[in-house]
């Protein structure tokens, strides 16, 4: 199940972008081909031509994972705010808000995946990029909680530009935090499974995102501390093609599983049947 694959990107040519009309449709980011909302609905937001996987919300993504009803979120209510009085930051959280509306970058609560009981935390990038700030870290911190209460498998889907400066020490403690939350849940024994979606960066690749028993991911993704550029001018080298996106992560042993959208919540699945050993309780 968990043999190597080569993945090679897909070479396809570039039309003029569309970009977005709010209740219509968009175009695909990476190939232009343009879609109303019905056709990427239908195929799970992901691209015919060039197999691009188009950004989902939080909401969109639960509803493609979870049984139906099932989902039951925890701590909805919990907003950021500005406590280092950073200039102009209470316009940016009003706008994501605005944008996503969520009240923060990530949505938690228990669900059941094919009658298995499982605590989900799903990032969204439409809320500044899915930085990670105080609330994100609190909430993952507590959705990890919960699941050893529960005593059930954890399933976090991330989406994330990295830590959230605006919110600065505050923002990078959030990293210690989850990690140390983790481990707690780790020596209890129970399964973790990481889904990383594009772009997965920064501070919550490098602390809770990485930290699974099991990590996915879905082709195309990119996934790395600092983007390319920046590590090229930092230390003056010219690096792999797609070293940071999914195949190649896959193919150097950072990752499981590289998992296409519309198979994923199958894969979820045999992942919680094999580790439960067997049916639902």
């Not at 009309?21 to 990476?30: A, T, V």
């Not at 990890?144 to 991330?158: K, R, T």
């Not at 983007?227 to 093609?241: D, F, S």
Request: proline share 5%; glycine share 12%; aromatic share 8%.
């Amino acid at each position: 199940m968990f043999g190597k694959k080569k993945y090679i990107p897909i070479k396809v040519p570039v039309e003029p972008r569309n970009d977005t009309i709010p209740g219509l449709g968009q175009s695909c980011p990476e190939c232009g081909k343009w879609y109303t909302l019905e056709e990427l609905s239908g195929n799970y937001g992901v691209c015919l031509r060039c197999n691009w996987h188009v950004a989902l919300s939080a909401r969109q993504r639960i509803e493609m994972l979870c049984d139906p009803q099932s989902f039951e979120e925890f701590n909805a209510g919990m907003a950021a705010g500005n406590r280092l009085n950073f200039p102009g930051y209470e316009q940016k959280l009003d706008q994501a808000r605005e944008d996503s509306g969520l009240p923060e970058a990530i949505v938690t609560g228990r669900a059941t995946l094919g009658g298995y009981q499982v605590v989900l935390g799903v990032m969204d990038s439409h809320f500044m990029m899915g930085s990670m700030g105080v609330v994100v870290g609190e909430k993952v911190c507590r959705a990890v909680e919960e699941a050893i209460e529960d005593e059930c498998p954890l399933i976090i889907c991330s989406c994330s530009g990295g830590a959230r400066m605006q919110e600065g020490i505050f923002s990078l403690m959030q990293m210690a935090k989850t990690a140390a939350v983790l481990e707690r849940f780790h020596q209890k024994g129970y399964l973790y499974i990481s889904v990383l979606t594009n772009p997965t960066t920064g501070g919550v690749l490098a602390s809770f995102a990485s930290l699974a028993d099991i990590i996915i991911s879905e082709p195309g993704a990119l996934l790395g501390f600092t983007g390319p550029r920046v590590i090229k001018q930092t230390i003056g080298e010219r690096l792999p093609e797609n070293f940071q996106q999914a195949g190649f992560l896959l193919d150097h042993g950072m990752l499981d599983l590289v998992v296409e959208r519309n198979r994923l919540r199958e894969q979820l699945i045999l992942l919680l049947k094999l580790h439960q050993g067997g049916e639902p309780w």
